[in-house]
């Protein structure tokens, strides 16, 4: 398949802008009160909106994928049909881990039973650690894109080695992910 570096350099150069601007709210400026449902839906889909961004055919935030979450377990249900700061975080996570991880994954790095201090503490520790990981891995691919991407050469096969890198990555970190996970979780 033939990539423009053109293209390339574009695409490349839009997703350290996205990532650059992507910042979940910290904990406390999650709302302090309960929300209901279609609240939960468009606060969720304005705070994930930019991974739709890097993939049009993410699915949006729906009632029924949040009441699935509840009814798996893998977040506490509603009180009175309002969602406060723990409902939140719990659906900010999910919803950006599934993108990579498994639901039975997930359920182990984010157990449902919680307390409202310890989802505070692993919420505030995913965002701190989402951006060191965007910083690290864009930095990554930065590394290796440059060289490509500089050269006056247009040499689709080198951009295409590139993106075959890119995913290969991807797919280790999941694989080191769960295996990394699912050993904690034998322990």
């Known amino acids: ?28 400026s999650l709302p302090s009160f309960g929300l209901y449902m279609d609240q939960v839906i468009e606060f969720s889909g304005s705070q994930l909106g930019v991974l739709s961004s890097f993939n049009p055919e993410a699915p949006e935030i729906t009632r029924p994928m949040i009441n699935n979450y509840v009814k798996l377990k893998m977040m506490p249900a509603p009180v009175d049909k309002k969602y406060g700061r723990v409902h939140l975080a719990y659906i900010l996570i999910i919803c950006t881990l599934k993108q990579t991880l498994n639901m039975s994954t997930i359920q182990k790095i984010l157990p449902p039973d919680l307390s409202e201090e310890e989802v505070k503490r692993t919420y505030s520790s995913f965002i701190k650690n989402q951006k060191k990981a965007f910083n690290y891995v864009y930095g990554h691919v930065q590394s290796v894109a440059t060289p490509i991407l500089s050269t006056q050469e247009d040499n689709p096969e080198r951009i295409e080695d590139l993106l075959l890198q890119v995913a290969s990555s991807a797919n280790i970190l999941k694989h080191i992910t769960e295996k990394v996970i699912n050993f904690k979780a034998d322990n």
């Open 1 to 28: 398949m033939k990539y423009p570096k053109e293209e390339a350099v574009k695409c490349f150069d839009e997703c350290k802008q996205l990532l650059s601007e992507y910042n979940l709210p910290d904990w406390d």
